[in-house]
């Protein structure tokens, strides 16, 4: 077990594979994904803990940054690993995950709630056994017909995924901001709508 109060997890959520890449599930990944490259760190596959793990410093602080390799419902068996494994305290945990009751491209950040239906924060809360962590969704919203399930394991439409690169970096920003300077500027900054041109 390696220990440190001041280790950061980062986990993205979304679904492994080929097939799932760029779902509207995957926002998670994406986002998560999007913060490794700009950084320049590598993911490397743990079997033990159960997913792609990155490792890097943001302003002296240790982050780790996470992909379950579990699917999605199953998230909270990986996030569970990493955080018996690395010892970290719920306060520094923060999960990254679609919303699709947000606005497509609004960013949410709490402190803590319930995990509102979505089987992957439902299953992390399982697991740990608390809600007390902070989630910050993306919002794949606007869907108008055909199930739930259909319209996040699809991809993006064209005009989303023109959009999709500046949410992406503006949710990255906000997930530097958490770990530089807290939760209250990070929500400031997340929870304010995007202004549609």
């Known amino acids: 077990m390696e220990s440190s109060s001041e280790i950061y997890l980062i986990v993205g959520l979304g679904n492994p594979g080929k097939k799932y890449e760029k779902t509207r599930h995957n926002a998670g990944f994406l986002s998560v994904g999007a913060l490794a490259e700009k950084w320049g760190w590598s993911y490397k596959k743990s079997l033990k803990l159960k997913g792609w793990l990155a490792k890097g410093v943001i302003e002296d602080k240790h982050v780790v940054l996470l992909l379950p390799a579990t699917y999605m419902n199953l998230s909270g068996e990986s996030v569970g690993c ?25 960013l949410r950040m709490r402190q803590k709630g319930s995990c509102g239906g979505h089987k992957g924060l439902q299953n992390i809360e399982m697991v740990l056994g608390t809600q007390d962590y902070t989630r910050l969704r993306i919002g794949i919203g ?56």
């Open 82 to 106: 990493v955080v018996d494994y690395f010892a970290v305290k719920t306060s520094h945990l923060l999960v990254v995950v679609d919303d699709v009751y947000t606005p497509f491209g609004e």
């Open 142 to 197: 606007d869907r108008t017909e055909g199930s739930l399930e259909d319209y996040v394991l699809t991809s993006f439409s064209l005009s989303q995924a023109k959009e999709l690169p500046q949410i992406l970096q503006e949710s990255v920003e906000v997930i530097e901001l958490w770990i530089k300077e807290g939760m209250n500027p990070a929500m400031n900054r997340a929870n304010r709508s995007r202004k549609k041109i």
